[in-house]
Nanobody, 119 residues
Framework: QVQVVESGGDLVQPGGSLRLSCVVS????????MNWHRQAPGKQRELVAG???????EYADFVKGRFAISRDSGENTGHLQMNDLKPEDTAVYYC?????????????WGQGTQVTVSS
């Protein structure tokens, strides 16, 4: 079973920064892609940023230039650095991991971490 755990959410003032982390744990699980999504109250979940083992990071237009996604080399751990946060960034942020266990494709979501941007 693949476990995905996010951390780092908090209450921050507009213009502030947060760093979210995502830890993926499972025996023999090799992460291929790690994506961050978010869901604000009353809205659909949306993709924020994603990164694969062999590709370049990709970002939603509304976070370009402010957020940066990364993965620790050789580790099933990823991060989302969020700068210049705005009230509209308030949401629950979810990590979604995709990878393989042997020849099987496996994916799972974390429980989410709350980010609140407010003065």
């Amino acid at each position: 079973q693949v476990q995905v755990v996010e951390s780092g959410g908090d209450l921050v003032q507009p213009g502030g920064s947060l760093r979210l982390s995502c830890v993926v744990s499972a025996s023999r699980f090799r992460v291929y892609a790690m994506n961050w999504h978010r869901q604000a109250p009353g809205k659909q979940r949306e993709l924020v940023a994603g990164i694969t083992t062999h590709g370049y990071p990709e970002y939603a237009d509304f976070v370009k230039g402010r957020f940066a996604i990364s993965r620790d080399s050789g580790e099933n751990t990823g991060h989302l650095q969020m700068n210049d946060l705005k009230p509209e960034d308030t949401a629950v942020y979810y990590c979604h991991a995709e990878g393989t266990i042997g020849d099987a494709m496996v994916e799972n979501w974390g429980q989410g971490t709350q980010v609140t941007v407010s003065s």
